[in-house]
């Protein structure tokens, strides 16, 4: 059973610095592109920032240069470091991959997401 289980989100001052985790299992994590997705109130989810298996990454440009998208595989984590953060990526952050299965067929795996408030 894919599990993915974020952490590390919480109230933030503009400017301010978070790192957010997603710890990964039920996959063979190193196989898998992996991404962050972020939904405010009120508006549609956003794909935020993508890292592939071979780790490449790719972000929105409303957070390039101030995020960081990484992983361990070796512990079957994803992180996200959100620098010079702003009110407007107040959110709740997801981590995403999608999943192919001979057995399930293909869908979306999510977690349950983790608050990221950013007000002084």
């Known amino acids: 059973q894919v599990q993915l289980v974020e952490s590390g989100g919480g109230l933030v001052q503009p400017g301010g610095s978070l790192r957010l985790s997603c710890a990964a299992s039920?996959?063979?994590?190193?196989?898998?592109?992996m991404d962050w997705y972020r939904q405010a109130p009120g508006k549609q989810r956003e794909l935020v920032a993508v890292?592939?298996?071979?780790?490449?990454?790719n972000y929105a440009d409303s957070v390039k240069g101030r995020f960081t998208i990484s992983r361990d595989n070796a512990k079957n984590t994803m992180y996200l470091q959100l620098n010079s953060l702003k009110p407007e990526d107040t959110a709740v952050y997801y981590c995403?991959?999608?999943?192919?299965?001979?057995?399930?067929?293909?869908?979306?795996?999510w977690g349950r997401g983790t608050q990221v408030t950013v007000s002084s």
């Open positions: 039920g996959i063979i994590f190193s196989n898998k592109d």
């Open positions: 890292i592939t298996s071979g780790g490449s990454t």
């Open positions: 995403h991959t999608r999943i192919r299965s001979f057995v399930s067929g293909e869908y979306d795996a």
